[in-house]
């Protein structure tokens, strides 16, 4: 396998991720709510990115301490009155032992040393703690349109993903590691303009990927999504695409 290299670190490729990166957060952590047990003082999220996350667990919880690898995503955190950002990689965060409550990984899992991040996530949860591993994702499906699927296909073919740690993680695996493991996923709807889809695009690996390794420019990739999506919208109209969420929940042993 090719080395897995995070492609968010650039500041052109946070830019996009700020500007086109839709809020599902708070609707995947609302199912978060009834594992917390009340424990709500101090909590961190990691890859954070430009903050929608950390902004998202700042509802849930008193404090956020909130850490990215990447310095030019942090320089498009939004600011929130009870979240702290810091530069700092998931595997070696700049906490004490056993001082949180709640720590939340949206959407970075496949880019972190798994093993070392479990055992960080170990080292600084209090007992009783609980990690949650999230991710939302585009299932390539729009309601009433099933042409839309030769349009993903193709997208997926001309650009392809960049290669990234597994995604499958599982209850043998997470006990291995020393936690217990609740995992929930479902689908939902989520209403994007044909600017929005473009925009929202342009922020996954492998149209950042493509970008970075001077295969097109933002422009190009820009352009070429616009003219394949225009037959499925009508003007600045929204419609609707299908989405799927996965929380796992994790609580040391």
Known sequence: MSRVVNPFGTPQGAARYAAGRPAFHPLVLARLVPHLAGRRALGADVACGTGLSSVALAELVDRVLAFDVSGAMLAQARPHPRVTYAQAPAEALPLEGGVLDVLTVAQGFHWFDRNAFLTEARRTLQPGGVLALYDDFFLGEMPGREDFREFVTTYW???????????????????????????????????????????????????????????????????????????????????ELTFGAVLTVLKPQ
């Open 157 to 239: 073919e001309r650009y392809p993903a960049p290669p990234r740690h597994r995604y499958d993680f599982g209850e043998a695996e997470a006990r291995a590691a020393g936690f217990c493991w609740h995992e929930e996923r479902f689908r939902h709807g989520l209403a994007l303009s044909r600017r929005e889809l473009v925009a929202y695009l342009m922020t996954h690996s492998n149209t950042i990927a493509a970008t970075e390794r001077g295969d097109e420019t933002a422009e190009e990739v820009g352009a070429w999504l616009e003219e394949q999506l225009r037959p499925f919208y009508d003007g600045d109209e929204a419609r």
